[in-house]
């Protein structure tokens, strides 16, 4: 089992920044997804975005595109969602998440991550 670990979440008025950290741990392949997923209160987890560590390849959420940048840190094992422009609609508790996948490419589906963090919360006010 993969252990994540976030890091990075606080309150920001809108139009500011906060940068959030996933560190794995317990995982045996570069070949893997990691993924922010985010849920507001009263609403369904929602995928934000993912990155393929070997591939370099990303996918963003329609709501997030040109505001979020996620990376990985290749040679390490940590996850970062860069996140500007930030809007009150994006308050939300974000987890980050791990799973293999058969293709080339990453999934915005939470069905398909099977490990999870404990989650950091982000909040911003108008």
């Known amino acids: 089992q993969v252990q994540l670990l976030e890091s990075g979440g606080g309150s920001v008025r809108a139009g500011g920044s906060l940068r959030l950290s996933c560190t794995a741990s317990g995982y045996a392949t570069q070949w893997y997804c990691m993924a922010w997923f985010r849920q507001a209160p009263g609403k369904e987890r929602e995928g934000v975005t993912a990155?393929?560590?070997?591939?370099?390849?990303?996918v963003y959420a329609d709501s997030v595109k040109g505001r979020f940048t996620i990376s990985h840190d290749n040679a390490g094992s940590t996850m970062y969602l860069q996140m500007d422009s930030l809007k009150p609609e994006d308050t939300a508790m974000y987890s980050c998440?791990?799973?293999?996948?058969?293709?080339?490419?990453?999934?915005?589906?939470?069905?398909?991550?099977?490990?999870w963090g404990q989650g950091t919360q982000v909040t911003v006010s108008a």
């Open positions: 990155i393929h560590v070997q591939l370099r390849r990303t």
């Open positions: 998440a791990y799973y293999v996948p058969q293709h080339d490419g990453c999934a915005l589906r939470q069905d398909v991550y099977l490990d």
